[in-house]
C-alpha cells in the first residue's frame, strides 16, 4: 500500500537550533543537524529496489532580541547594544535506500555567518565578524522498526550516527579597538558562529508517523547529539588574554555541549500538496548525558510552532517549513553557576534569540 504522508525533518540548529550554536536560533549555539533528520520519503511497502535520495536544504534567520531566562531584554535594542547574528546554512544530504526498512545518510553542511556587536570592538561602534566553510559533517543509519508490508499506516525509525569533528572550531577574525588608538586582533569568532565544536559525537533518533486516512495523519521525532568531550581547547577571548573572572568560573574555553530536538505535528494532503502544524522544540542543555559540562557555552533552549507545506512530483519534492519562537529561555550555565557560588550573587548570563527561521530546500529521488 502505497502511503502519500511522509515525514519531513528540517535542522539546524537549530540549532539546531542549530546548530545547531541555535538557536535555539542564535547565540544560544545549536547547529544545524542536517537538512532532513531522517528519510523524508517512507519507502513503498511493496517496493524492495534499492534507490538514492538527495537533499538541498536552506536554513537562514537573525538573531538579535536577547533573555536572560524568558525575560527579553528590551533595553539592548533601544541602546543599540544587542548582538546582530546572521546564519545561513546549506546542508547537502546524500541518502541510500538499500530496501524498504534500511537506509544509510551523509549530510555535509556548508555554513556562511556573520556577527556584529559593540561589545567585541571597543563598544563604540558595531563592527562584525564572519566565518565561512564546511561544517561538521554527519553518518547515520536508519532502520524501519515495523515490516512496511504489515504495517500500512504507521511505523517507528530509529537512526544511529556520528558527528564528525570536520567543522573549523578555531575560525578566526579581526577584532576592532577603536578609540584614540584603533587596533585590531585577530581572535577566534564567537562561538554561535563557529564552523563546529570540535568534538565527534553520537547521535540518535526515533521518527514515527501515523495516517489516520490517505490525507491526514500525524508524524513526531526525537533527536539528540551526544557529546562526550567536555571542552574543545578554544579561548574565548577573541585574541585577548582571558579575565580573572572567566579564569575563575571555567569560561575562558569553549565546551562541546550536547544537543536536542523534538517535533511533533499533523499533516493534511490536497492533491500534490501535503500541508503541516506542529511544534518544534531545539534546546542546547545546561548538563551534558556523558562526560562533563564545564567550559562557555549559553545554555538555552525555543519551543516554535512550525507550519510547513511539501510539493510533491513522481522524483522530486520541494518543501518550506518557518518555526516561529513561541517561548525563548536562556537558562543558568556551569560557569554562571560557579560564579553564584563564588561571589555569592545570583549570576545568569543572556542569549540572543531570532524571531522565526527558514528552511526551504529539495529532494531528488534516483535509482
Known amino acids: 500500500?502505497?502511503?502519500?504522508?511522509?515525514?519531513?525533518?528540517?535542522?539546524?540548529?537549530?540549532?539546531?537550533?542549530?546548530?545547531?550554536?541555535?538557536?535555539?536560533?542564535?547565540?544560544?549555539?545549536i547547529r544545524s543537524t542536517g537538512g532532513l533528520c531522517t528519510m523524508d520519503e517512507h519507502p513503498d511497502s511493496t517496493n524492495t529496489n534499492s534507490s538514492w535520495l538527495l537533499n538541498s536544504n536552506n536554513r537562514y534567520f537573525r538573531s538579535y532580541k536577547h533573555f536572560i531566562g524568558t525575560q527579553e531584554q528590551k533595553q539592548r535594542i533601544a541602546q543599540g547594544t544587542n548582538?546582530?547574528?546572521?546564519?545561513?546554512?546549506?546542508?547537502?544530504?546524500?541518502?541510500?535506500?538499500?530496501?524498504?526498512?534500511?537506509?544509510?545518510?551523509?549530510?555535509?553542511?556548508?555554513?556562511?555567518?556573520?556577527?556584529?556587536?559593540?561589545?567585541?570592538?571597543?563598544?563604540?561602534?558595531?563592527?562584525?565578524?564572519?566565518?565561512?566553510?564546511?561544517?561538521?559533517i554527519r553518518l547515520t543509519a536508519y532502520a524501519w522498526l515495523l515490516n512496511p508490508a504489515k504495517a500500512g499506516k504507521g511505523n517507528i525509525q530509529v537512526g544511529l550516527g556520528l558527528k564528525l569533528p570536520t567543522g573549523n572550531y578555531n575560525y578566526q577574525d579581526y577584532f576592532y579597538h577603536t578609540g584614540a588608538n584603533d587596533t585590531r586582533t585577530l581572535g577566534p569568532v564567537d562561538q554561535s558562529i563557529q564552523l563546529g565544536d570540535g568534538g565527534t559525537g553520537i547521535t540518535t533518533e526515533i521518527n514515527a508517523y501515523y495516517n489516520f486516512?490517505?490525507?491526514?495523519?500525524?508524524?513526531?521525532?526525537?533527536?539528540?547529539?551526544?557529546?562526550?568531550?567536555?571542552?574543545?581547547?578554544?579561548?574565548?577571548?577573541?585574541?585577548?588574554?582571558?579575565?580573572?573572572?572567566?579564569?575563575?568560573?571555567?569560561?575562558?574555553?569553549?565546551?562541546?555541549?550536547?544537543?536536542?530536538m523534538i517535533r511533533g505535528g499533523a499533516s493534511y494532503g490536497v492533491g500534490?500538496?501535503?500541508?503541516?502544524?506542529?511544534?518544534?522544540?531545539?534546546?542546547?542543555?545546561?548538563?551534558?548525558?556523558?562526560?562533563?559540562?564545564?567550559?562557555?557555552?549559553?545554555?538555552?533552549?525555543?519551543?516554535?510552532?512550525?507550519?510547513?507545506?511539501?510539493?510533491?512530483?513522481?522524483?522530486?519534492?520541494?518543501?518550506?517549513?518557518v518555526p516561529v519562537a513561541l517561548k525563548r529561555d536562556r537558562t543558568q550555565s556551569v560557569p554562571d553557576k560557579l560564579t553564584t557560588q563564588q561571589t555569592g550573587v545570583y549570576t545568569q548570563g543572556d542569549a540572543a534569540f531570532a524571531d522565526y527561521a527558514v528552511n526551504v530546500g529539495v529532494t531528488f529521488k534516483f535509482k
Open 213 to 260: 486516512t490517505h490525507q491526514f495523519g500525524l508524524y513526531g521525532g526525537f533527536y539528540y547529539l551526544i557529546s562526550p568531550r567536555e571542552q574543545n581547547g578554544i579561548s574565548t577571548s577573541r585574541g585577548s588574554a582571558p579575565s580573572p573572572k572567566a579564569v575563575a568560573n571555567g569560561s575562558d574555553v569553549m565546551s562541546v555541549p550536547d544537543q536536542i
Open 272 to 321: 500534490k500538496f501535503d500541508f503541516s502544524a506542529g511544534v518544534r522544540y531545539e534546546c542546547l542543555p545546561v548538563k551534558d548525558l556523558i562526560g562533563g559540562s564545564n567550559g562557555f557555552r549559553r545554555p538555552g533552549y525555543i519551543i516554535s510552532a512550525e507550519p510547513g507545506v511539501t510539493y510533491r512530483l513522481k522524483s522530486l519534492s520541494i518543501y518550506a517549513f
Open 83 to 136: 548582538v546582530i547574528n546572521h546564519s545561513y546554512t546549506q546542508d547537502l544530504t546524500l541518502t541510500r535506500i538499500f530496501n524498504n526498512r534500511w537506509s544509510f545518510a551523509v549530510d555535509v553542511p556548508i555554513l556562511d555567518n556573520s556577527r556584529s556587536s559593540l561589545y567585541e570592538h571597543g563598544g563604540k561602534e558595531r563592527l562584525s565578524t564572519h566565518s565561512f566553510g564546511l561544517g561538521d
Open 1 to 29: 500500500m502505497k502511503l502519500t504522508l511522509r515525514l519531513l525533518f528540517s535542522i539546524t540548529f537549530y540549532i539546531f537550533f542549530t546548530n545547531t550554536q541555535a538557536n535555539a536560533q542564535g547565540c544560544v549555539a
